[in-house]
């Protein structure tokens, strides 16, 4: 992660894996990756009413890394990446993750 962009932004993954990811914040600030919900989006921006439709997020602060996993979704399909720091969604701070079935 870097002020506003994930890099890489488009993640193919198989659907109800676990799939391990290492996740280094290179900005100035608070970063997070949330993955969304099947079919949700924020709407002009990432609000309390968006909490609701996160299927997994964390958060790091600058300069911060980790090495987790993330059950990826049973359900193929697309599923939006965002940042929920004031301004980073608006600003395109978005990606993709892309379920495929096995």
Same mark, same amino acid.
């Given at each position: 992660m870097t002020d506003f962009a994930y890099n890489?932004?488009?993640f193919v993954v198989p659907a109800g894996r676990e799939i391990m990811l290492d996740i280094v914040n290179n900005g100035a600030v608070v970063h997070n990756f949330i993955?969304?919900?099947?079919g949700?989006?924020?709407?002009q921006s990432f609000d309390e009413e968006d909490e609701m439709?996160?299927?997994?997020k964390i958060e790091l602060g600058p300069g911060q890394s980790? /090495?987790?996993s993330l059950p990826s979704p049973s359900e193929p399909g697309e599923y939006l990446? =965002?940042? /929920?720091t004031p301004g980073h969604y608006q600003a395109g701070m978005t990606g993709k993750l892309v =379920?495929?079935?096995e």
């Open positions: 890489p932004n488009d993955v969304m919900k099947a949700t989006s924020p709407g439709n996160i299927y997994w980790i /090495s987790t990446i =965002v940042c /929920s =379920v495929v079935a």
